[in-house]
């Protein structure tokens, strides 16, 4: 995981670019943090959902990556049932289902009170492309 984590952590410039931080991988699951800075905030002075989906959606990245096939994306989905405003938030993202060809990842994101802010869910399609040379 040690490799996984190294990949993420120097390939995803975005995920670098808006101050999120690769905290644990295994296989089939990641967690990850932001630290709320005043560029991540709306117009409403909350945290901007693009930024959270954001944080999500790279602790889906990671753990759908983490078997070392390239996963990809297909279908997701956000929920917003509390605003952040300070602090830290935290992302776990969970294997719920891993085929051949598809699997489904449920995310949770937190504040510092441990407060769901978000629940996300994702699919992704896996391809034959190895990634790293991680066990399959």
């Excluded at 490799?3 to 975005?14: G, T």
């Excluded at 300070?86 to 289902?97: D, F, I, N, R, V």
Aim: net charge neutral.
């Amino acid at each position: 995981m040690k490799d996984i984590k190294q990949f993420f952590s120097n390939n995803d410039l975005f995920a670098r670019h808006t101050g999120i931080e690769l905290d644990d991988v295994g296989e089939g699951w990641a967690k990850v943090s932001m630290k709320i800075e005043a560029h991540h905030y709306n117009g409403a002075k909350t945290v901007h959902g693009g930024a959270i989906f954001t944080l999500a959606d790279f602790a889906f990245a990671v753990a759908s990556n983490s078997h070392g096939t390239l996963a990809m994306g297909i279908s997701t989905s956000v929920n917003f049932v509390k605003a952040a405003v300070k602090g830290t938030l935290y992302a776990e993202a969970k294997e719920q289902s891993l085929g051949g060809r598809l699997a489904s990842y449920g995310v949770t994101v937190t504040d510092d009170a441990g407060d769901v802010v978000a629940l996300f869910q994702g699919m992704v399609y896996r391809k034959k492309d190895v990634i790293l040379n991680l066990p399959i």
